[in-house]
């Protein structure tokens, strides 16, 4: 474990897992700490140099009284610049929109992958309020946890109040409540990519590096007509399915997924234009 600061002077934790081959950047989305990506971490370590990093305000990175997206993407760079960039990066549900984000920012990365962001494009599922990021900052400022919460899992995820009863018993939801805060993070991030409406066209036109865009077969609609979407915006992006798995995807069967991804894409230098290593398809898993 190391230590890196940001450009606010907030402290970032990260784990470094494996030291060989090109530096793997992971990015965690809502409520997760490095700890959810522990055992993809492991298992991409067998070709990769894996750096996998608390967000701030979660784990043992520290936290800024004042957030702004910009912020999280001076983290992830300062991240960068510590182990040498540029790197591949993986960002999973909101921590893949906020990698899009910081690529298309600037920052040093020369492959990225995302898994399930999850965008809200059409009247698949109830999109998110337009106060929904005022009122979540209103419950966390009185510190109710479990208010906020039960507000992200019903409004944010669609979630039905039987399935949030359930899971207010189980061993997570303590680690959930210490992310909490961080909640209105995420809906910052998101920004208005929940409205039900298409993705702005122009929001990450500047990402001009190999992108693969990943969804479950078993998962909710939205979040595959979301990632459809995006993966349409561009000949440098590819759509992948992952049979039989939703949001919670499996670390085996997403690990193959990405190595054969990262492992068979490299810049051309004389042309300045990307290709794909012949025999290496990185819609399929190996």
């Given at each position: 474990?190391?230590?890196?600061?940001?450009?606010?002077?907030?402290?970032?934790?990260?784990?470094?897992?494996?030291?060989?081959?090109?530096?793997?950047?992971?990015?965690?989305?809502?409520?997760?700490?490095?700890?959810?990506?522990?055992?993809?971490?492991?298992?991409?370590?067998?070709?990769?140099?894996?750096?996998?990093?608390d967000r701030r305000g979660r784990g043992d990175s520290g936290d800024h009284p004042v957030y702004d997206v910009q912020r999280e993407v001076d983290d992830l760079d300062a991240v960068i610049e510590r182990v040498g960039g540029p790197v591949l990066l993986f960002g999973m549900s909101s921590g893949a929109v906020l990698a899009l984000e910081a690529v298309a920012r600037g920052s040093a990365v020369s492959a990225l992958a995302l898994y399930e962001p999850p965008f809200v494009v059409d009247a698949?599922?109830?999109?998110?309020?337009?106060?929904?990021?005022?009122?979540?900052?209103?419950?966390?400022?009185?510190?109710?946890?479990?208010?906020?919460?039960?507000?992200?899992?019903?409004?944010?995820?669609?979630?039905?109040?039987?399935?949030?009863?359930?899971?207010?018993?189980?061993?997570?939801?303590?680690?959930?409540?210490?992310?909490?805060?961080?909640?209105?993070?995420?809906?910052?991030?998101?920004?208005?990519?929940?409205?039900?409406?298409?993705?702005?066209?122009?929001?990450?036109?500047?990402?001009?590096?190999?992108?693969?865009?990943?969804?479950?077969?078993?998962?909710?609609?939205?979040?595959?007509?979301?990632?459809?979407?995006?993966?349409?915006?561009?000949?440098?992006?590819?759509?992948?399915?992952?049979?039989?798995?939703?949001?919670?995807?499996?670390?085996?069967?997403?690990?193959?997924?990405?190595?054969?991804?990262?492992?068979?894409?490299?810049?051309?230098?004389?042309?300045?234009?990307?290709?794909?290593?012949?025999?290496?398809?990185?819609?399929?898993?190996?």
């Open positions: 474990m190391f230590k890196v600061v940001s450009s606010d002077g907030t402290a970032i934790a990260c784990e470094r897992h494996g030291d060989e081959g090109p530096t793997l950047v992971l990015v965690g989305g809502t409520l997760m700490t490095r700890a959810r990506h522990a055992p993809l971490a492991s298992l991409l370590a067998r070709d990769f140099s894996v750096v996998n990093y698949t599922r109830p999109p998110l309020p337009v106060d929904y990021v005022d009122r979540m900052k209103a419950v966390v400022a009185r510190g109710d946890a479990t208010q906020a919460l039960g507000y992200f899992l019903s409004v944010g995820l669609s979630m039905p109040d039987e399935a949030i009863a359930g899971m207010r018993n189980t061993p997570v939801w303590a680690a959930w409540e210490a992310a909490a805060p961080t909640l209105p993070y995420d809906g910052q991030v998101m920004a208005d990519t929940m409205s039900g409406r298409p993705l702005p066209p122009d929001r990450w036109r500047p990402v001009n590096i190999p992108v693969l865009v990943g969804h479950g077969s078993a998962g909710e609609t939205y979040m595959a007509n979301g990632a459809k979407e995006l993966a349409s915006h561009g000949d440098n992006y590819t759509l992948c399915t992952l049979p039989g798995q939703d949001h919670n995807v499996d670390p085996h069967a997403l690990a193959p997924v990405l190595t054969a991804f990262f492992t068979g894409v490299q810049r051309d230098v004389r042309s300045g234009s990307v290709v794909v290593r012949p025999g290496i398809d990185p819609r399929v898993p190996r």
